[in-house]
């Protein structure tokens, strides 16, 4: 390990402080076509894992929530992928991952194909049980979930649901809605978590993304906490009604964790509006790079520091972050009432 590179992970292998918390969140491209399959490319330390165990190993989260993630009964692509975390440096021996709704059979026609059983008629979109789910892996200890996955979409006070969707059935979640209580120091943080589906691809899709958002401004705990997870919504640019967005930072905060670099402003990314120093996930054609992955602390925490991991073209972990994914591992460090 070269010095320059050996100097970089040290500096982001702590927080700002020994009293601060570094959350982090990230798609990693750990999704793959069935089941099983993903466990078979960890176990033969495929590049692409063993990249993106390099890049969480490097951020140092004490807590982070991954997107994107394949489920499977017994957790044992999780238990392996954490193993490749611990053996790049960074051991987090606590984990979460609960059955999303992502590729769940509802046994209806949910697309309106005149069809079932495909992966549109899950109750989130997916070609097999799990695919793409979401998990947790923690250097804290977890003190208990409280899974709204199963919620009606019809139940959401307010909500946006199409009348001809299967209300009886149909559930809000695309992936999951997770309340995952950390024990800090300091006391509990609760991690609020999902992964909204894209306003695309569906007529119902854009309605149900900002109700996925919405639902947190229903479930806020009395006690600290952090939303955390990918939104896929960016509040200027590509498609989507960033209106539940703005309701839940009446509420949290936006630390606006931003890249050390952003590629030329060209192309797709011509037209935007937004800051690309922003932007979590790259894309090479129409909408361009969007930010769609956050972590929005409670008003009542202090944020010390806050980043989306986009290295420059020279930089040590480039590679490993472009290897591993198209989408920007996001970070932030906060620091939690004492009293």
């Given amino acids: 390990m070269g010095l320059r590179l050996a100097l970089i992970l040290l500096a982001l292998a702590l927080p700002a402080s020994a ?18 399959l993903l466990l078979r490319d960890i176990t033969a330390r495929d590049p692409q894992v ?28 999780l238990s392996a992928f954490a193993a490749l975390v611990a053996e790049h440096g960074h051991a987090m021996r606590h984990a979460h991952a609960g059955q999303p709704n992502s590729g769940m059979d509802s046994g209806a026609d949910l697309d309106g194909d005149g069809r079932i059983g495909g992966p549109r008629d899950a109750q989130g979109y997916g070609a097999f049980t799990g695919q793409g789910g979401l998990a947790i892996l923690s250097r804290l200890p977890i003190a208990g979930v409280t899974d709204h996955s199963a919620t009606l979409w019809r139940d959401l006070p307010d909500h946006r649901m199409p ?10 979640s695309s992936t999951a809605h997770w309340d995952v209580t950390l024990v800090t120091p300091q006391g509990p943080l609760h991690l609020l978590a999902f992964a909204a589906t894209p306003p695309a691809f569906e007529p119902r899709n854009p309605a149900r993304n900002h109700d996925e958002a919405a639902f947190w401004l229903h479930h806020l705990p009395d006690a600290p906490f952090a939303i955390i997870g990918n939104l896929n919504l960016d509040p200027m640019d590509g498609d989507g009604d960033p209106a539940a967005l703005h309701a839940l930072l009446a509420v949290a905060q936006d630390p ?5 670099w952003q590629p030329p402003q060209t192309g797709p990314n011509a037209g935007h509006r937004g800051d690309p120093a922003l932007d979590t996930a790259e894309y090479t054609r129409a909408p361009g790079n969007l930010r769609l992955d956050y972590i929005l602390p409670a008003r009542m925490l202090s944020v010390t520091g806050a980043a989306v991991l986009w290295p420059s073209p020279d930089d040590p972990l480039a590679d490993a972050a472009a290897r591993a994914s198209h989408r920007k591992l996001v970070w932030t460090d906060l620091r939690l009432p004492t009293e």
């Fill in 19 to 36: 009293k601060d918390l570094r959350l982090a969140t990230w798609n990693p491209g750990l999704s793959r076509d069935g089941p099983g």
């Fill in 50 to 77: 063993l990249a993106a165990a390099q890049v969480i190993a490097a951020s140092a989260p004490d807590a982070i929530l991954l997107t994107g993630f394949d489920w499977d009964l017994e957790g044992r692509a």
């Fill in 163 to 172: 009348d001809d969707d299967h209300a009886d059935l149909q559930r809000l």
């Fill in 256 to 260: 606006q964790p931003r890249g050390a």
